[in-house]
């Protein structure tokens, strides 16, 4: 091989690990290393060996640093850290020193080989544009310029780095963000964050930094339901239950193969698993409430579960809206009582919390069973009763009660029982059942559950 082609191939390795900043344009997952510093009014040193500055409990001179909620310093932006609702929350404050250089590392460990990840961090100039600084007062501040750099997990191989360019004073606190996408090698399950000062210290380059995170990078995954709608859709109520297919739809910008896994949510924040949903599309069936779906991506099976390796899509969202022109409400009339020829058995409800009588109470049972008191265990009875769902169809069914304590209720319309496809979806009747003197009747929710 000739040395120009030698050079040329080393030079495109330099300038591949030498890039610039840059997020990731697809999907990313929950973070799986986050450092926000804390919060509260003591000032805190880094752990050993993680920056080559010295700390101070007082004001952080050039080449010194603390962990602090405060920034009250040398004409700085008296600003807050960049954390979220974080009351007193701290952020690292950097006076660089006079000698670019190294200022600030941590290890990240428990990543997947072979895999995408973002970094990410969020930096401020302290210094606004309006102030001076110099022994005299006259000198126009020194930007912050920062490089950020992995490493593997000896120090001694750099994966990829960037650097933010100068970034000069602002007239009012402008905290910024600043991202990195890098990929682990076969075996690589850890890496070093480095953070390099690329100015000079003196008058000006006082930074703080927030919020360093990592998480994993995917494809851009984006789902869409039988009638093309993407990642949201608005149901009238008087549309509902709701069901529709989704579909995941990745576009292979990261990932050269896709393993799914759906999830769905009550507040779009808290996620669980659907049993057996694993493949690109989703039935979603019969729902009544606002509900939020969404799927993980791996690109091996083996990643699926893991929240270092995989990564999530967008979210859909289905909306529930008041009807514009809701249905009429029809009003059961009753019936003029008839002495019956046989006295009607008596019929409770059993729960885990024990018996509820039937008689012109409400119950909300996850599992409701039905017990026949006074007849033969083995005995089968049927009963004519009335259905009113919702306050709006009326239904005429026969329900048949079984006498064998543990049986579930029964309808032609809907068999309640234990792991039945409307897994975790809500079901309201209210049933009128012939008596002595009308119709004694009961309202009652059932909550399907999970095999």
Not at 72 to 81: A, I, M, V
Not at 119 to 143: D, Q, V
Not at 173 to 189: C, D, E
Not at 199 to 215: P, R, S, T, V, Y
Request: with cysteine; aromatic share 12%.
């Amino acid at each position: 091989m000739s040395k120009s082609i030698i050079f040329i191939i080393t030079l495109f390795s330099i300038l591949n690990l030498h890039g610039q900043l840059g997020f990731c344009t697809g999907n990313s997952g929950d973070p799986i290393f986050l450092e926000d510093f804390g919060a509260g009014y003591r000032t805190e040193p880094l752990f050993f060996g993680s920056t080559t500055y010295k700390f101070t409990d007082g004001t952080p001179r050039d080449g010194s640093y603390k962990v602090s909620s405060n920034t009250k310093w040398f004409g700085w932006f008296w600003t807050k850290d960049h954390t979220p609702n974080d009351k007193n929350g701290r952020s690292l404050i950097v006076n660089a020193s006079n000698n670019p250089g190294e200022f600030f590392r941590v290890p990240v460990s428990g990543l997947c080989e072979n895999t995408t990840y973002e970094f990410s961090s969020w930096l401020i100039n302290l210094f606004p544009s309006s102030s001076k600084c110099g022994s005299y007062g006259s000198e126009s501040a020194r930007p912050i310029n920062v490089t950020f750099e992995i490493w593997d997990s000896t120090g001694t191989s750099i994966l990829k780095s960037g650097s933010t360019g100068n970034i000069y004073g602002s007239r009012e606190p402008n905290w910024q963000q600043y991202g990195l996408v890098f990929q682990t090698k076969p075996g690589q399950t850890s890496v070093i964050l480095k953070m390099r000062n690329n100015g000079e210290g003196g008058c000006g380059n006082d930074l703080a930094i927030d919020d360093i995170m990592f998480k994993t990078c995917g494809d851009a995954v984006i789902i869409e339901d039988s009638l093309k709608n993407k990642n949201n859709v608005i149901i009238e109520e008087n549309n509902l239950p709701y069901s529709t297919k989704l579909t995941a739809i990745p576009d292979f910008s990261v990932f050269s193969t896709h393993f799914y896994q759906w999830q769905k949510s009550k507040n779009g924040v808290d996620w669980i698993n659907i049993s057996n949903a694993n493949k690109n599309t989703f039935l979603v069936n019969r729902i009544k409430d606002i509900t939020y779906y969404r799927v993980l991506v791996a690109e091996d099976a083996i990643n699926l579960s893991n929240t270092s390796c995989n990564s999530s899509s967008e979210i859909y969202k289905v909306n529930i809206i008041p009807s514009k022109n809701p249905k009429p409400i029809i009003i059961l009339k009753k019936k003029k009582p008839r002495k019956p020829r046989k006295r009607v058995p008596k019929i409770s409800t059993i729960n885990p919390k024990g018996i509820i009588k039937i008689n012109g109470t409400k119950s909300e049972n996850k599992l409701i069973k039905v017990n026949i008191i006074g007849l033969n265990k083995n005995l089968k009875t049927e009963k004519e009763v009335i259905i009113v769902r919702d306050g709006i169809k009326i239904i005429k069914h026969k329900v048949w009660i079984y006498g064998v304590p543990g049986k579930f209720v029964k309808t032609g319309e809907k068999i309640i029982k234990q792991g039945s496809l409307d897994a975790g979806f809500r079901i309201k009747e209210t049933i009128y059942y012939k008596a002595f003197y009308g119709y004694n009747s009961i309202t009652r929710t059932y909550i399907i559950e999970s095999p």
